[in-house]
C-alpha cells in the first residue's frame, strides 16, 4: 500500500496498483470485461456490475493519478476532450459563464465556441499571466475560471494561487489544465485549485502510444457529480488504454527529470544562436513568468518555443530539416517533436487575437542524448 507520505517516484509505481488479488500478479491485469458475476441479485462484489462505471484497471489508474496530483477523486477518460466535456457539463448549466485562457489549448478553445455554447454555455477569454484580466473577465454567472500554466505554445505562466483566491472570492471553482506541466512538476490543488484536467495522451503516457484524458477533484460532492455524468455519459478510459497509460505514468518522474535537463541545455544553446532572436522557457530568469513558475514548479518542463530572427521562412527551413526531432503535432512523449505553430496547431487562429507570431517554432524536447538534438537543432540551422 502506498500514503500520500511517500514520495511522487513511489506514488507513480505503486498508488492503486497492489498486486492482483486473485493471482498476485505484480502489474494490474487488462481486465477486458464488460460485466461481472453477481453472487445473488444485486450482489456485486466490490461493487463491480458494469465496466462503463467501474473497471479494475481504470480504477487502478484513477487512483494513481489522484495519488500524484495529491487530491481525493480521480477519474480516466477516453481523451483529454472527453475529460473537459464531462467537467463542464457536471458543473455547469445553460446560462453559466466560463474564463477561458486567450490562448487556450485549440481543442478546449472549440469545445468552448461550438460545443458547450450551443447548450447555452458562455464564455470570456482573459490572459492567465494578469491576475487583472481574470477578474475583470469573471461575472455573476461565472461558474469555471479555467486555466492552463505554462500556456501553449507561447509558455506563459499564470500564478495559480492568485487566480484561485479570485475565483472563490466570486464564488467560482478554479480548474487547471496541468497537461504541459505534467503532475510531477505542478501540483495545482495544492495551490487553490479545485480541478485538475490532464490530457495523459501527452507527457502522463508519455511514449505517444495512447488517447486519455483525466480529472482530479478533491471535493466529495463535485466527486459524486462527476461520477454520475461520466456513468451517464460513458466517455471512460477503456482497460487496454487505462493499462497503456498506468505503464508509461510508472515513469513520469525520471522521464520529467530528463526532459527538463534537455530542455535547459537546449535553451541555453538556442540563447547562443544569432539566427534566434527570444527563446520562451518559464526557467529562464529573463521569462516574465519565472518567479511564479519558480513558486509553483518543481523544475520548468520540456516544451521550449523560440522565434527566428529572419521570420517565417526561417522557421519554417528549421522544422522541415531536423532528422531527430520528428515533424509533427502533439507533445510529452519520449521522443524529440518539432512544430511551426503558425500553420500546424495553431493555423486555425490565424486572423484572430489569438494569433500566433509567424517566427515561432516549439519544440517538446524528448528524453533522447541531448548532444544529439542540439547536433540535430545545428544542422537544421546552417
Ligand atoms: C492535447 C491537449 C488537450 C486535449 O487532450 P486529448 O487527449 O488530445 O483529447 C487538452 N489540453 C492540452 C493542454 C493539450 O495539450
Redo the contacts with the bound molecule.
Keep these: 500500500m502506498t500514503s500520500t507520505n511517500h514520495g511522487f517516484a513511489t506514488r507513480a509505481i505503486h498508488a492503486g496498483q497492489e498486486a492482483d488479488p486473485t493471482t498476485g500478479a505484480v502489474v494490474t491485469p487488462i481486465y477486458a470485461t464488460s460485466t461481472y458475476l453477481q453472487d445473488g441479485v444485486g450482489q456485486m462484489r466490490n461493487g463491480y456490475e458494469y465496466s462503463r462505471t467501474k473497471n479494475p484497471t481504470r480504477l487502478a489508474l484513477e487512483e494513481c493519478v489522484a495519488a500524484l496530483e495529491g487530491g481525493r477523486h480521480g477519474f480516466a477518460f477516453a481523451?483529454?476532450?472527453?475529460a473537459?466535456d464531462t467537467l463542464l457539463r457536471a458543473v455547469c448549466k445553460p446560462g453559466d459563464h466560463v474564463v477561458i485562457p486567450d490562448d487556450a489549448?485549440g481543442?478546449?478553445f472549440r469545445l468552448f465556441d461550438k460545443v458547450t455554447s450551443r447548450w447555452g454555455l458562455t464564455y470570456t477569454p482573459a490572459a492567465v499571466s494578469d491576475v487583472e484580466s481574470i477578474r475583470n473577465a469573471i461575472n455573476e454567472n461565472t461558474k469555471i475560471v479555467w486555466i492552463?500554466t505554462p500556456t501553449?505554445p507561447l509558455l506563459n505562466i499564470a500564478d495559480i494561487a492568485a487566480i484561485s483566491e479570485v475565483a472563490h472570492n466570486a464564488g467560482a471553482l478554479l480548474l487547471v489544465?496541468n497537461?504541459?506541466a505534467s503532475s510531477y512538476l505542478q501540483q495545482p490543488l495544492s495551490s487553490g485549485a479545485d480541478a485538475v484536467?490532464h490530457?495523459?495522451?501527452?507527457y502522463m503516457g508519455g511514449h505517444s502510444d495512447v488517447?486519455?484524458?483525466c480529472l482530479v477533484v478533491n471535493d466529495d460532492a463535485l466527486a459524486d457529480e462527476l461520477a454520475f455524468y461520466s456513468n451517464s455519459v460513458g466517455a471512460v478510459a477503456g482497460p487496454f488504454d487505462a493499462w497503456l497509460t498506468l505503464r508509461g505514468a510508472k515513469t513520469l518522474a525520471v522521464r520529467m527529470e530528463r526532459h527538463c535537463d534537455n530542455a535547459e541545455r537546449i535553451c541555453e544553446w538556442l540563447n547562443s544562436r544569432d539566427e534566434v532572436s527570444t527563446v520562451l522557457y518559464p526557467g529562464l530568469e529573463s521569462h516574465p513568468g519565472h518567479e511564479i513558475a519558480a513558486k509553483q514548479m518543481r523544475r520548468f518542463g520540456g516544451m521550449v518555443s523560440f522565434r527566428m530572427r529572419d521570420g517565417e521562412q526561417a522557421a519554417l527551413k528549421v522544422c522541415e530539416n531536423t532528422s531527430v526531432f520528428t515533424l509533427g503535432e502533439?507533445?510529452g512523449g519520449v521522443e524529440s517533436l518539432i512544430e511551426h505553430p503558425g500553420r500546424m496547431t495553431h493555423a486555425s487562429a490565424a486572423g484572430s487575437p489569438l494569433e500566433v507570431p509567424s517566427d515561432l517554432v516549439r519544440v517538446s524536447v524528448g528524453i533522447e542524448d541531448v548532444d544529439d538534438l542540439i547536433a540535430d537543432l545545428a544542422q537544421a540551422f546552417s
Design positions: 481523451s483529454g476532450m472527453a473537459e489549448y481543442g478546449s492552463e501553449n489544465d497537461t504541459f484536467v490530457s495523459t495522451t501527452k488517447v486519455g484524458g502533439s507533445l
